[in-house]
């Protein structure tokens, strides 16, 4: 308190002037009125910008809430969607390339157009969407791994897919109460099944470790067609990702004299390295599947 004071006494000369300065303009406004116009117009710009600035200021701390609302109304929409229902009729089958089975990742078109089903007799939803922030994440290691921040209290289990909003990420290994460990695609580890878009021809998406951005897809035989450009999707075949979600386009494609299969390069369409929200997804008839497929293992 006595430095303030003392600050005060040091600098009082200059606290007067600004004092009888504002008196001053007071005083001329009230008389005048064209003073009192310019000062009010004056007065109304800065308080304006001010104003302006705080609430801009606190439009961006609230981001991080808004992100996370979008984020989890994204997950109830996503959950809606026509395709990730499995259709139990016979009639009324969409064609491969309507874009109903693809789905809205491979096909770019907005989810709503397929929203759910209204003769439900005929459906049964098969994926559900869990929204979570990445809270941690490498993509210049050989094996790298993404931390969320949501867990067994919040529905997630091992072996649940992981997508981003424009492709796949990776697939659940750990979980904790209220966090959980995801496989990234960038992992010597991971081994993703996925197709040839245009041709559905099917084959295995690796890593090499050399690029972040970069990936290869393998099997797929050298009769195909594939060309710079063309899509390529999840096949389904793995009982953890929805069929149709992107992984990425066709960089390059090499065919070696005599091979009987494609080295394709592919351009992941997430970048690891920017992401923020991501979606866990919940394959609900996944348990029976893979009862079904240990059963028909067990009579081999």
């Known amino acids: 308190m006595q430095n303030l004071f003392a600050f005060i006494w040091r600098n009082s000369f200059y606290f007067l002037y600004l004092i009888l300065i504002i008196v001053s303009l007071m005083l001329m406004s009230q008389n005048n009125y064209y003073q009192r116009t310019i000062l009010i117009n004056t007065t109304n710009g800065f308080t304006g910008g001010l104003l302006s600035l705080t609430s801009n200021f606190s439009d961006y701390l609230k981001l991080k809430s808004a992100n996370k609302a979008l984020a989890e109304q994204n997950a109830r929409l996503l959950s809606q969607a026509k395709y990730l229902y499995l259709n139990t009729g016979t009639e009324n089958v969409p064609p491969p390339d309507s874009g109903v089975i693809t789905g809205y990742y491979a096909t770019g078109q907005n989810f709503m157009e397929n929203s759910t089903p209204t003769d439900t007799s005929k459906f049964i939803r098969q994926f559900e969407f869990i929204a979570a922030k990445v809270i941690s994440n490498s993509v210049n290691r050989r094996n790298n791994y993404l931390k969320l921040n949501k867990g067994s209290l919040q529905g997630v289990r091992p072996n649940m897919a992981v997508i981003a909003p424009n492709g796949l990420v990776g697939q659940v290994v750990e979980v904790s109460s209220n966090f959980s460990s995801v496989m990234s695609v960038l992992n010597r580890n991971s081994r993703v099944s996925a197709k040839h878009k245009s041709s559905n021809q099917v084959g295995s998406l690796l890593w090499d470790g050399t690029s972040y951005r970069l990936g290869k ?29 992107l992984i990425g386009t066709v960089e390059e494609a090499k065919l070696e004299s005599g091979a009987s299969f494609y080295q394709v390069t592919v351009r992941f369409s997430a970048d690891f390295n920017k992401l923020s929200y991501v979606y866990v997804v919940n394959n609900l008839m996944r348990s029976e599947l893979m009862r079904l497929q240990e059963s028909q293992s067990q009579t081999q």
């Open 217 to 245: 897809l393998v099997d797929i035989p050298s009769h195909v067609q594939i060309f710079p450009g063309d899509s390529i999707v999840s096949s389904g075949y793995s009982h953890v990702y929805p069929e149709g979600v």
